[in-house]
């Protein structure tokens, strides 16, 4: 199909004023074909419209927007092992489509240069975790959301950083973010109910970090402890490390939960489709 000139995608977009709803829905079908190329052309045909095509519109836009995320999603979970920085800021998009991650992954840089500017000049991964927790717990003043634990921004890497309040798998990411820079021996770990960070030492031992609880440190029997007030049966796979594929899809289900739980199930079916991306992975080829 060739593509469309922009005299005829600025013409395509002025027929959305038509009364009759079948041409209407032939005419927004179209839209969607075209794709991304027009939204600078319903952007200014919004600008002069009728207040009844303003609405119809704006619902386009959306579905041109979601249909760039999915395909980008799409092209992450073909990932053997998707990335994590990448996830999250794709996530960001699904509530902020303007977000520009550049502005956060320079932050994220420079939290991590600070960190270094104060270790000595041989630090061990112990002393560099103790510094990280100083400079995110302390002097950042990060910690969880626990006065509005169930606000959508808690879900969202951007809002997180913004407003140093979020949930455990977020502040959780947050923390991976920062320790894959500092070459920090870190790992997610997905508890139930509350997800953790894994520091592994140079001698083999594990134990944990709750960024929730502005970096409080765990033993395995702290965890158990915490599983099973919380009402949980404890098994030991659930100190095992998981994936960024994992990880980046409990963020989006704990999100879609969010969206039920406030009414918002519109959205919370969107980002399932975009779970399912995710979960599916890549692909297999031809045998």
């Not at 919004?46 to 619902?59: D, Q, T």
């Not at 990280?132 to 302390?138: A, K």
């Not at 500092?182 to 001698?203: A, I, K, N, S």
Request: charged residues 25%; contains cysteine; hydrophobic residues 40%.
């Amino acid at each position: 199909m060739k593509p469309l000139t922009e005299s005829e995608m600025r013409s395509l977009v002025t027929l959305l004023d038509d009364e009759d709803e079948a041409s209407v829905s032939l005419i927004r079908s179209e839209i969607i074909k075209v794709g991304e190329p027009m939204l600078p052309f319903l952007d200014e045909y919004r600008a002069s419209c009728a207040a009844g095509v303003a609405g119809l519109i704006e619902s386009i836009k959306l579905d041109l927007r979601f249909q760039r995320l999915k395909d980008a999603f799409e092209k992450l979970a073909a990932q053997p092992d998707p990335d994590l920085e990448e996830g999250a800021f794709l996530l960001c998009r699904f509530g902020y489509p303007q977000v520009n991650p550049l502005v956060y992954r320079e932050w994220l840089d420079r939290v991590a240069a600070d960190v270094r500017k104060a270790l000595p000049s041989d630090p061990d991964a112990y002393s560099t975790m103790q510094q990280l927790n100083i400079r995110l717990f302390q002097d950042l003043a990060f910690s969880g959301n626990e006065e509005d634990y169930y606000d959508p921004d808690n879900s969202f890497l951007n809002r997180v950083i913004e407003a140093r309040r979020g949930i455990p798998v977020t502040l959780s990411v947050l923390y991976l973010l920062i320790a894959v820079r500092l070459g920090m021996p870190v790992h997610g770990v997905g508890t139930p109910g509350h997800f953790l960070v894994g520091f592994t030492e140079p001698r083999g031992s594990t134990f944990f970090i709750d960024p929730f609880h502005r970096g409080k440190l765990m033993n395995s029997q702290d965890v158990r402890r915490m599983l099973v007030r919380t009402g949980y049966d404890f098994r030991p796979e659930f100190l095992t490390p998981v994936s960024s594929r994992e990880t980046i899809i409990r963020m989006m289900r704990n999100l879609i939960a969010v969206y039920h739980k406030t009414g918002a199930a519109a959205r919370a079916e969107k980002l399932g489709v975009l779970a399912e991306t995710m979960l599916r992975g890549p692909r297999s080829g031809p045998t």
